[in-house]
């Protein structure tokens, strides 16, 4: 049962365009989601985070959002780089729970 | 800085052997963790520690042990490996309190033959 889904697989972007990946939800009791990126042969890093009190967080380039109703959230980045390029995991926690869900990630791929 | 590291970046081994991944982190964290990610599936925990010698299990134990004798080392045992082990196998570790952030190993790719 797959609590955190990432429905797309891959996704292609233009350098200096925005990307967006997506994120979908089941339980609705996660009340903290995590964004990390991984390049090939090296460990996923964490990217960004956002507890359920919020709706966005920025950091530089990269920004959550999240919509509870929908179970939603997304990831833009802008403007995308090439070295943007890596597997992207979204994961979604409770509050001071060691269980941290996981979806399939999606591979973002920026064109020069 | 932080750092998890693992034992070894590749590994053969044959059908039936024992094999032992280690990893260790120097960030003084309460919590380890182990995953394995396959395509298609993304990380899926094997076990995680919350203290030494504690474990609890997670969503795909089977075939796999761990023993945690010490707060900074944690590893994981596959006791006969199996071709369904074949994968890339990552350690991770976190604070105990709050809203902790996982810190991930390089991995460990893994090959059953």
């Known amino acids: 049962d797959q609590q955190v889904k990432q429905n797309s697989p891959s996704l292609s972007v233009q350098e200096g365009r925005i990307s967006i990946l997506n994120c979908d939800y089941t339980n609705s009791m996660f009340d903290y989601f995590l964004w990390y990126k991984k390049y090939p042969a090296e460990g996923p890093t964490f990217l960004i985070s956002i507890s359920s009190i919020k709706d966005k967080n920025e950091d530089g380039r990269f920004t959550v959002f999240l919509n509870k109703s929908a179970k939603h959230l997304s990831l833009h980045i802008v403007p995308s780089q090439p070295g943007d390029s890596a597997v992207y995991f979204c994961?979604?926690?409770?509050?001071?729970?060691?269980?941290?869900?996981f979806g399939a990630g999606t591979r973002l791929t920026v064109k020069p | 800085d932080v750092k998890v590291t693992q034992s070894s970046r590749y590994l053969v081994k044959r059908t039936g052997e024992k094999v032992f991944l280690e990893c260790v982190q120097d960030m003084d964290h309460e919590n380890m963790f182990w995953y394995r990610q396959d395509p298609g599936l993304g990380l899926r925990l094997i076990y995680f520690s919350y203290d030494v010698k504690m474990k609890e299990k997670g969503d795909i134990p089977e075939g796999y042990s761990v023993s945690r004798e010490k707060k900074e080392r944690f590893s994981l045992i596959l006791e006969s490996a199996s071709t369904n082990q074949t994968s890339m196998y990552l350690c991770?570790?976190?604070?105990?309190?709050?809203?902790?952030?996982?810190?991930f190993g390089p991995g460990t790719r893994l090959t059953v033959l």
């Open positions: 991770a570790s976190s604070l105990t309190s709050g809203r902790y952030t996982q810190y």
């Open positions: 994961a979604a926690s409770l509050y001071n729970n060691n269980d941290m869900r």
